[in-house]
């Protein structure tokens, strides 16, 4: 199964995801997550796409596309995979559809003013990704990770102002993509 998951941040494309991605044995490959973790690891990708990332900026097409086919060419996703915040633009889209067949691709829509609340009371664990979020899915103990005792953080492009922006891209695109 090819599957993606279209959806603005804060729809619950992760959590999805990773249900899907359990049941249908097939890895869940999420763009943010890999780029994230380059950022904590310090490499060229991650010091490229930092700044981008924490203001709520795409990465650029070039640096994600490169990415990504390199995710989808690795063994695990021989067998299919669930793609997680990918694509985010035209551009990706068609360099996505030269690079292989999809079964599906699912948009989950939620309104505006929920996503702002389900985003800026997200909270994650920066040591093993896990969600959280302080009303609906809070961890036992305020702030810190269930998992592994990792003190919590809010991810920058959480911030009130930066969703609104990211969310405003992410309209204008699906509309671009279904003209
Ligand atoms: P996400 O975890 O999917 O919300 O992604 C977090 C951040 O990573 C985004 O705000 C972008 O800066 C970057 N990012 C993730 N996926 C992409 C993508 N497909 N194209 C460009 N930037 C991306």
Redesign the pocket.
């Known amino acids: 199964m090819r599957l993606v998951l279209l959806g603005p ?1 804060g729809a619950g494309k992760g959590t999805q995801a990773e249900k899907l991605s359990a049941y249908l044995g097939v890895p869940r490959i ?4 890999i ?1 994230r973790r380059n950022v904590t690891d310090n490499t060229p990708l991650g010091e490229k796409a930092k700044a ?2 924490d203001s ?4 650029p097409d070039d640096l ?1 596309i490169t990415m990504t086919e390199r995710r989808l060419k690795e063994p695990d996703a021989k067998k299919g995979f669930i793609l ?5 633009n035209i551009a ?1 889209a068609e360099a996505l559809s030269k690079l292989t067949k999809l079964d599906a691709v699912v948009s989950l829509f939620l309104e505006p003013e929920d996503l702002i609340k389900r985003n800026t009371g997200r909270r994650v664990c920066p040591k093993d990704d896990t969600v959280y979020h302080i009303l609906m899915n809070p961890p036992k103990k305020p702030g810190i990770c269930d998992k592994c005792g990792t003190p919590l953080i809010i991810r920058a ?1 959480d911030r009130e102002d930066v969703v609104r922006m ?1 969310e405003e891209i992410f309209l204008r695109t699906i509309e671009a993509l279904k003209a």
Do not use: A, E, H
């Not at 999420?30 to 997550?33: A, L």
């Open positions: 941040p999420s763009t943010g997550d780029l981008y990332m709520g900026q795409l990465v994600v997680d915040g990918f694509p985010r990706q492009d990211i």
